[in-house]
């Protein structure tokens, strides 16, 4: 069997630099898992994993930084800008679109 896991940082002798979403044999997953270079995730079979809303600026950036909801973000307003590929005024449009969300 194989397991889904994200590989959270590059893995010396592997091709892996970080942020991959990659199956592997259950041996070598668990064996990642457990040394810190990957999580399990859950196989959504092409689900679309991002509950985010459709149209929030950024949108695949914050579901990659484990961003659930609107209220999530509202509450991290001040942090969002520590994300790498968000700046200033990404930032501004997230903030506008999540307060005047409404779902």
């Excluded at 457990?34 to 399990?40: D, K, R, V």
């Excluded at 999530?72 to 790498?84: K, N």
Aim: proline fraction near 4%; hydrophobic fraction near 40%.
């Amino acid at each position: 069997m194989k397991m889904l896991v994200k590989i959270k940082k590059p893995i010396k002798g592997y091709g892996y630099y970080g942020g991959e979403t990659v199956s592997l044999p259950d041996e070598d997953a668990a064996r990642l898992v457990n040394e810190g270079f990957a999580i399990l995730i859950q196989d959504t079979e092409g689900e679309d994993e991002n509950v985010l809303p459709e149209g929030l600026p950024a949108r695949a950036i914050l579901a990659g930084n484990g961003f659930t909801s609107v209220e999530q973000i509202l509450s991290a307003r001040e942090t969002l800008e520590a994300i790498e590929g968000i700046g200033v005024k990404t930032v501004e449009k997230i903030i506008s679109f999540c307060e005047e969300y409404e779902g």
